[in-house]
Nanobody, 116 residues
């Protein structure tokens, strides 16, 4: 069984920074992709950034140049460094572990609020 535990959300002013962390426990292989999604009120979850099993990083256009995803394989942790935050980044952020075959695990979600 795999568990994902997230931390690092909170309230920040526009232009500020936050770092999200997600630690995976259980049977986690380095070949699994790990990444972050976010969900706006009344909307479906959408991809923010992904660190693939092959070591590639993927970002959606709205966060390119502002967010950086990184991964520590030794302790199965993925980070999302968010800089130059905007009010439109306000959402619940979810960690995702992709084990392939259309299966994966989600974290519990962490609220990020960007407001003055």
């Amino acid at each position: 069984q795999v568990q994902l535990v997230e931390s690092g959300g909170g309230l920040v002013q526009p232009g500020g920074s936050l770092q999200l962390s997600c630690a995976a426990s259980g049977s986690v292989f380095s070949s699994y992709a790990m990444g972050w999604y976010r969900q706006f009120p009344g909307k479906q979850r959408e991809l923010v950034a992904m660190f693939t099993g092959g070591g590639r990083t993927i970002y959606v256009d709205p966060v390119k140049g502002r967010f950086t995803i990184s991964r520590e394989f030794t302790n199965n942790t993925v980070f999302l460094q968010m800089n130059s935050l905007k009010q439109e980044d306000t959402a619940v952020y979810y960690c995702f572990l992709d084990i392939g075959g259309g299966d994966g695990y989600w974290g519990q979600g962490t609220q990020v609020t960007v407001s003055s």
